[in-house]
T-cell receptor
Framework: KNEVEQSPQNLTAQEGEFITINCSYS?????LHWLQQHPGGGIVSLFM???GKKKHGRLIATINIQEKHSSLHITASHPRDSAVYIC?????????????FGSGTQLTVLP | EAQVTQNPRYLITVTGKKLTVTCSQN?????MSWYRQDPGLGLRQIYY???????DKGDVPEGYKVSRKEKRNFPLILESPSPNQTSLYFC???????????FGPGTRLTVT
């Protein structure tokens, strides 16, 4: 079965720290997404990657297709970054729109 | 304001009583999708639609139906709900050329 694994499951950091969240997948993909779920439950799309690297503000997402691995980095973390971060993939064997999700990483940034 | 709306936001119902959760978007998006989120299992895709009258199964379509008769609406139908369909449901949409999805606020469904 095609799988998506995220690590760590839980992460606590001090304000200002550099944070890395990892996502690994089992077979070839057509696209990888990073999502953010706020404490209130709302979900926001952060990035979609098929190769390379993307940056938006303090967030950076990278993907290594050969190693089947993606990372989400947060620079100069802030308490408002506290959320669940979720990666999702569209498998290359199927539709890019049929998504499989990782279990999420709960990030808590302390002031 | 660009948004995805879901109704109802909260619903408690009984086993076997047909229900519909509506999803509507005002951004003229081609793509729409339904997900459920459960503790320990995370988000799972139920159905998605690439355009009007085009729908496809996601990972967990059993027990659900969808229709896409209009571009803006993508209702999720539970013909005979069961307790294992108790979950938090999200609808999302995007343009066909973009993978950035806009999510609705969620519908918390309890089936007793």
């Amino acid at each position: 079965k095609n799988e998506v694994e995220q690590s760590p499951q839980n992460l606590t950091a001090q304000e200002g720290e550099f944070i890395t969240i990892n996502c690994s997948y089992s077979v070839g993909i057509s696209a990888l997404h990073w999502l953010q779920q706020h404490p209130g439950g709302g979900i926001v799309s952060l990035f979609m990657l098929s190769s390379g690297k993307k940056k938006h503000g303090r967030l950076i997402a990278t993907i290594n297709i050969q190693e089947k691995h993606s990372s989400l980095h947060i620079t100069a973390s802030h308490p408002r970054d506290s959320a669940v971060y979720i990666c999702a993939v569209g498998w290359s064997s199927g539709s890019a729109r049929q998504l499989t999700f990782g279990s999420g990483t709960q990030l808590t940034v302390l002031p | 304001e660009a948004q995805v709306t879901q109704n109802p936001r909260y619903l408690i119902t009984v086993t076997g009583k047909k229900l519909t959760v509506t999803c509507s978007q005002n951004m003229n998006h081609e793509y729409m999708s339904w997900y459920r989120q459960d503790p320990g299992l995370g988000l799972r895709q139920i159905y998605y639609s690439m355009n009007v009258e085009v729908t496809d199964k996601g990972d967990v379509p059993e027990g659900y139906k969808v229709s896409r008769k209009e571009k803006r609406n993508f209702p999720l139908i539970l013909e005979s709900p069961s307790p294992n369909q108790t979950s938090l449901y999200f609808c999302a949409s995007s343009w066909a050329y973009s993978y950035e999805q806009y999510f609705g606020p969620g519908t918390r469904l309890t089936v007793t």
